[in-house]
């Protein structure tokens, strides 16, 4: 029985079979390390792009037209059939898997994060809430069915509003922070050959503008920070995250002034 058990453990030529384990090992290892990563992304980044891959595998189901027809922002359905979900599937669809789908993940991943990262997970979380608000306007008055890309772009002008003049890299120019969401904008134009292309940067501009001016600019010439999260939120999400606010905010960014940069919105 021995015999038996050594010679179905060995090939023909008398060879271990250790390939097949070899590979089993490996694939579990990449699938741990996987996950592990996915677990270290901060928790509500980490909440919003799985929403954006649920809704897409929901988008490539149901095909183009029953998309339209159940996820895209629809007023009359959301006010008066009280389809109350469609504000956030507009929020967390890119269309479906490309090249461009890839980097506008990437950049809600490295934008969302730094923001989260600096200011704290609750804070971060009436972010995105009034940014669903302000753009589920915006995109109703513009006739805009989706606007994930418009929050990245929100992302991207708060971060780029809280340091606009330090120098970063962008293609082969060094340009000031603030300039970057006009780069996204102008990358995709370039790459859509149309204008249009430009509108949800530009809805993402102003509601990110709207956030960082009320949240920022307002509260030191006298007005209320009416856009503070509750400390209920506070102190269930990052109740360290006042203390440190100063210091996490110049850590999250403290990478983009010693790197080299990225290039928006390549395909």
């Known amino acids: ?4 058990l050594s010679t179905s453990k060995k090939t023909a030529t008398g060879k271990k079979k250790v390939g097949a384990a070899k590979k089993a090992e490996e694939d579990k290892s990449a699938i741990s390390d996987t996950m592990q990563k996915y677990k270290s992304i901060l928790p509500l980044t980490r909440v919003y792009i799985t929403l954006i891959g ?4 929901l988008g490539l189901l149901l095909g183009e037209e029953l998309t339209q027809t159940l996820l895209a922002l629809d007023p009359i359905r959301t006010i008066y059939g009280l389809e109350m979900w469609r504000p956030f599937t507009a929020a967390c669809f890119l269309g479906p898997p490309s090249i461009g789908w890839l980097m506008s993940a990437y950049y809600l991943f490295e934008y969302g994060s730094s923001l989260e990262r600096a200011y704290g997970t609750a804070q971060h979380l009436i972010f ?3 940014q669903v608000l302000l753009l589920s306007i915006f995109s109703v008055l ?3 069915p989706f606007f994930a890309n418009s929050v990245i772009t929100a992302m991207l002008h708060v971060l780029s509003r809280s340091m606009p003049n330090q120098k970063v890299k962008w293609l082969i120019f060094t340009v000031p922070y603030w300039t970057l969401p006009l780069g996204l904008m102008a990358s995709d ?7 249009a292309a430009a509108l949800p940067h530009v809805l993402g501009i102003l509601s990110g503008h709207f956030y960082f001016f009320h949240k920022f600019v307002w509260p030191k010439i006298g007005g209320e920070d009416w856009l503070s999260a509750p400390d209920f939120l506070v102190q269930r999400f990052d109740p360290n995250a006042r203390k440190s606010s100063k210091e996490a905010l110049s850590n999250a960014l403290k990478g983009r002034k010693r790197g080299k940069g990225r290039k928006l919105g390549s395909a």
């Open 128 to 130: 995105l809430l009034g």
């Open 54 to 57: 649920v809704v897409t595998l």
């Open 1 to 4: 029985t021995a015999t038996l």
């Open 189 to 195: 134009v370039l790459q859509a050959g149309s204008a």
């Open 142 to 144: 513009f006739g805009q």
